[in-house]
């Protein structure tokens, strides 16, 4: 074992276009927010504010396209057959392995957090020019749109993603960098100045995606420990909770992919199960049934409406904010995560075809994703109707207490909140696993980095890093009170990925082109 991370030391080294101007960056990041605080404030904000007003038709228009994309793979019979790593490449786990990874990765805190939150949210204050709150619409609406927001069309980022990196990667054997999956677009260009640039930009997004994804943990968590120990958690609480998901993610990301994400992924699939099927059926079940299934024909029947909705004129003459906290909102969380987490889908999918790729990063975490959130949602509406007081809850004591005010009207609520709390923890670290590992491996450059872990001490920096930035964006939040916790989190997303959109728009023409001409022009460079 001393003599493979002595050869893997040997082998690969650092990426010096891609490292130093990251670090310089995420230096000045850190310090800006330590030293000005309502400096760091007032830059995200500006940038979000512009990003979501003059392009929020292109990150919902995007979103149609990934959509499109991995549809066409999966039922494609030309493009489905494609095999990621040639016709002989054989598949490195098993596919319950695989499926397990894929959803706990790319899950984090977001449906254990928002699971009751955003439907509860929707319900009560209804959406600005498309229904009214506390109605049977708003409740339609709401759980629709918790479809659309976390099913199939964000899984569409990264299947749609994957696809392009794996195969230009995998197949054409490129180098093992986002910047490849730019080669049917760009040619050798991919590869040079420009792909510098276009990896430093991807690492830039998804550090600002996991760290705003660590801020979230540590609040939810702090604020499930405090109702169980029954104190207010601070930024003090909240920088604890974060040094600890970050020692465990970092020694969980050390030990590998084969062994750390495959045990904690499987338990954390299986609790996710328990907790569904406890709460359907402790739960109104016949009225959560009724309401999952009539939102999901309401979701068929207006997806398109609501992925390109807006709010143009929803308040009058002017334009309603609800998209820019809501829907791209998750769309810059998604393009945050989307590339980093392509390439590490890609990487676990050898051996696959992208007909089976579309099934296991698209079809089934989206499923699942939906499901969540028609049993939690539906519950938690009914729950709201019949006078729990979850949403009164949520607005004295922030949107991460939301789940455990809803588990109080469940048998076992203290047993639920421990369990949840658990989930959670787990959620967060497999999604810093996945995505530190292949943080590393985008700032090295060596030979067989494509199969390969990157050495221990890369992971563990990028660790420090992340870490030391969501801790920066609550305390800025809490300096300045000009935002809560939450929304500092959301603004930090938007912020960084930003500038990744037009990433992501040429890798979705890139992926069109690829596909359209995969046997023609790229069969012959397979491995």
Request: hydrophobic letters at 50%.
């Amino acid at each position: 074992k001393t003599k493979k991370k002595e050869r893997s030391m040997k082998k690969f080294s650092i990426r010096k276009n891609v490292f130093i101007p990251l670090c310089a960056i995420y230096l000045f990041v850190i310090i800006l927010g330590v030293v000005t605080p309502d400096g760091f404030a007032a830059v995200e904000n500006v940038i979000s504010g512009f990003a979501a007003e003059w392009f929020g038709w292109a990150y919902q228009l995007v979103t149609i396209a990934l959509v499109i994309i991995s549809v066409w793979a999966l039922f494609s019979k030309k493009a489905g057959s494609i095999r990621i790593g040639g016709e002989n490449a054989k598949p490195t786990m098993s596919k319950w392995s695989w499926f397990v990874i894929c959803l706990c990765s790319s899950i984090a805190t977001g449906i254990v957090f928002w699971g009751i939150a955003e439907p509860i949210t929707h319900y009560v204050n209804g959406i600005p020019g498309l229904c009214e709150g506390g109605t049977r619409l708003s409740a339609l609406y709401a759980i629709s749109t918790c479809y659309m927001h976390w099913g199939l069309p964000l899984y569409a980022y990264y299947c749609a993603i994957g696809i392009v990196i794996g195969v230009c990667v995998y197949n054409v054997g490129l180098p093992y960098n986002v910047s490849s999956s730019l080669y049917p677009l760009l040619g050798n260009r991919a590869n040079g100045k420009i792909g510098d640039v276009v990896d430093l930009l991807c690492v830039f997004g998804i550090a600002g995606g996991v760290s705003a994804c660590l801020g979230v943990a540590a609040m939810q968590l702090g604020s499930g420990i405090g109702i169980l120990a029954d104190f207010k958690p601070t930024a003090v609480h909240w920088a604890i909770i974060t040094a600890v998901i970050v020692v465990v993610f970092i020694a969980g990301s050390y030990s590998g992919i084969g062994r750390g994400m495959r045990w904690l992924s499987d338990k954390n699939t299986k609790i996710y199960f328990l907790l569904l099927i406890y709460v359907l059926f402790v739960s109104q079940t016949k009225e959560v049934l009724a309401m999952s299934t009539e939102s999901l024909g309401f979701f068929a029947q207006n997806w398109i409406v609501q992925d390109t909705y807006l709010g143009v004129m929803a308040e009058g003459n002017a334009t309603s904010m609800w998209p820019t906290w809501w829907t791209i909102n998750y769309w810059s969380f998604a393009i945050a995560y989307t590339p980093l987490m392509g390439m590490f889908f890609a990487k676990i999918a050898q051996g696959r075809t992208l007909k089976e790729f579309s099934l296991y990063t698209f079809v089934l975490p989206g499923a699942f994703g939906m499901i969540w959130f028609g049993i939690f949602g539906s519950a938690a509406i009914y729950m709201e109707t019949n006078g729990a007081g979850i949403y009164d809850t949520m607005s004295a004591l922030g949107v991460e207490a939301t789940v455990f005010a809803f588990f109080e009207n469940l048998p076992l609520s203290k047993v639920l909140d421990i369990a949840f709390l658990f989930t959670a923890f787990l959620s967060v670290v497999t999604l810093c696993d996945s995505m530190t590992t292949t943080i590393a491996s985008i700032t090295l450059k060596g030979e067989g980095l494509a199969d390969e872990e990157p050495p221990g001490w890369s992971k563990i920096f990028w660790g420090i890093v992340m870490a030391l930035l969501a801790f920066v964006n609550i305390f800025v939040a809490g300096i300045t009170g000009n935002t809560s916790g939450i929304n500092a989190t959301k603004l930090l997303a938007i912020t960084c990925a930003f500038p990744l959109l037009f990433v992501i728009i040429a890798m979705v023409i890139s992926c069109f082109k690829l596909l359209s001409n995969y046997h023609e022009k790229y069969e012959p460079k397979e491995k």
